[in-house]
T-cell receptor, first 111, second 112 residues
């Protein structure tokens, strides 16, 4: 089955620093998604990418859909304490295919 | 517009019992997907229902089942509970398969 490798699995950073995390897949996806999950809540969609090479921003967040369709990265600039949480990448092959999630990156921001 | 609601939020069961979890999607959404979340495995897809029909299924044993009603509300059932079934069960609704998914807060199931 499809597998997503997400790294790093956890990060401790100082407030104000930039953060980068990425996902790689053993197979091609037509859609890449990035979610954030706060404690006690369900994941919330941050950015959706639909085309290879696409670069999309949402405030301080920027994500890219890799040219090979097998990878994606998420950058967070100038981190703040409320960025704390677990970030998940997810991919979908297309049509009625299910969404496959990465294992998550746990982000801790030190004030 | 109200978000996705899941009931109950917390549940404690013993091995061998069965459990039913409920999910009410956002009004107008016809697709409901279920996921199991554990610390070591992340989010694992269980199944998706659209207009009362199962459209996709993950790699879980037959003890895990689900259904969707005509009002798009969905239930999932786990029979003969095992300790390893302890997890956060998340429901996500979307207008259509492939469109943006909105997650509920989850049901925390503990099996003792």
């Amino acid at each position: 089955g499809q597998q997503l490798n997400q790294s790093p699995q956890s990060m401790f950073i100082q407030e104000g620093e930039d953060v980068s995390m990425n996902c790689t897949s053993s197979s091609i996806f037509n859609t890449w998604l990035w979610y954030k999950q706060d404690p006690g809540e369900g994941p919330v969609l941050l950015i959706a990418l639909y085309k290879a090479g696409e670069l999309t921003s949402n405030g301080r967040l920027t994500a890219q859909f890799g040219i090979t369709r097998k990878d994606s990265f998420l950058n967070i600039s100038a981190s703040i304490p409320s960025d704390v949480g677990i970030y998940f990448c997810a991919g979908r092959s297309g049509g009625y295919q299910k969404v496959t999630f990465g294992i998550g990156t746990k982000l801790q921001v030190i004030p | 517009k109200a978000g996705v609601t899941q009931t109950p939020r917390y549940l404690i069961k013993t091995r061998g019992q069965q459990v039913t979890l409920s999910c009410s999607p956002i009004s107008g959404h016809r697709s409901v997907s279920w996921y199991q979340q554990t610390p070591g495995q992340g989010l694992q897809f269980l199944f998706e229902y659209f207009s009362e029909t199962q459209r996709n299924k993950g790699n879980f044993p037959g003890r895990f089942s689900g259904r969707q009603f005509s009002n798009s509300r969905s239930e999932m059932n786990v029979s003969t509970l095992e300790l390893g079934d302890s997890a956060l069960y998340l429901c996500a609704s979307s207008y259509e398969t492939g469109s943006e998914q909105y997650f509920g807060p989850g049901t925390r199931l503990t099996v003792t």
